[in-house]
């Protein structure tokens, strides 16, 4: 069955570091998303992506956040100066119809320093 | 403002018994309404989903959910529990179709299972 894979499972970084985070969504699916659970939180909305662009952001997704498929295959979120608040699970999601069924990967736990 | 709650943080069921975790919603227009599960150190997933059409929805592990919207409510319901069930359930919303839609996710309820 095929699954959405995230790289690493942690990442331990220091405070005003850049992170990336890495994402393969399920090969044929067009809509891609990134959310985040901070510890005890809900599962919270960051960003949805179709076909090479943003198409919604919450408030969460600052200047400091951006979201990139680099090669048609990864969706990759980069932090680029991480704050001792981003420490999260972060969980990358990919969704074939674009309605319902979002299919999540297993996270990657951010530890900031 | 678009939100879902689950009253109750945790539930704990006896083996074999019915299960009933609850969800109430809050979202303008005709929502789109789902049940995810997280198993420790596992992602989410997708156990079913209410779109349109019958209010009975079923879903993945013989799990069902109820769509009633004079209630606002989702509950997510099992007639027999199983020890593997043990995980947390989330209920979840997206706000009527759109493309790359966001889901709103509750806060999810702990299910435990004693012998």
């Known amino acids: 069955e095929p699954e959405v894979t995230q790289t690493p499972s942690h990442q331990v970084t220091q405070m005003g570091q850049e992170v990336i985070l890495r994402c393969v969504p399920i090969?044929?699916?067009?809509?891609f998303y990134w959310y985040r659970q901070i510890l005890g939180q809900k599962v919270e909305f960051l960003v949805s992506?179709?076909?090479?662009?943003?198409?919604?952001k919450s408030e969460i997704f600052d200047d400091q956040f951006s979201v990139e498929r680099p090669d048609g295959s990864n969706f990759t979120l980069k932090i680029r100066s991480t704050k001792l608040e981003d420490s999260a699970m972060y969980f990358c999601?990919?969704?074939?119809?674009?309605?319902?069924?979002?299919?999540f990967g297993p996270g990657t736990r951010l530890t900031v320093l | 403002a678009q939100s879902v709650a689950q009253p109750e943080d945790q539930v704990n069921v006896a083996e074999g018994n019915p299960l009933t975790v609850k969800c109430t919603y809050s979202?303008?227009?005709?929502?789109?309404l789902f049940w995810y599960v997280q198993y420790p150190n596992r992602g989410l997933q997708f156990l079913l989903k209410?779109?349109?059409?019958?209010?009975l929805v079923k879903g993945s592990y013989g799990f069902e959910a109820e769509f009633k919207r004079s209630q606002s409510s989702f509950n997510l319901r099992k007639p027999s529990v199983h020890w593997s069930d043990a995980a947390e359930y989330f209920c979840?919303?997206?706000?009527?179709?759109?493309?790359?839609?966001?889901?709103?996710f509750g806060s999810g309820t702990r299910l435990s299972i004693r012998p």
């Open positions: 999601a990919s969704e074939g119809t674009g309605v319902g069924e979002q299919f």
């Open positions: 209410y779109i349109t059409g019958d209010n």
């Open positions: 979840a919303v997206a706000p009527g179709y759109s493309s790359a839609s966001k889901i709103i």
């Open positions: 090969s044929n699916h067009l809509y």
């Open positions: 992506f179709y076909n090479n662009e943003i198409s919604e």
């Open positions: 979202v303008s227009g005709n929502p789109y």
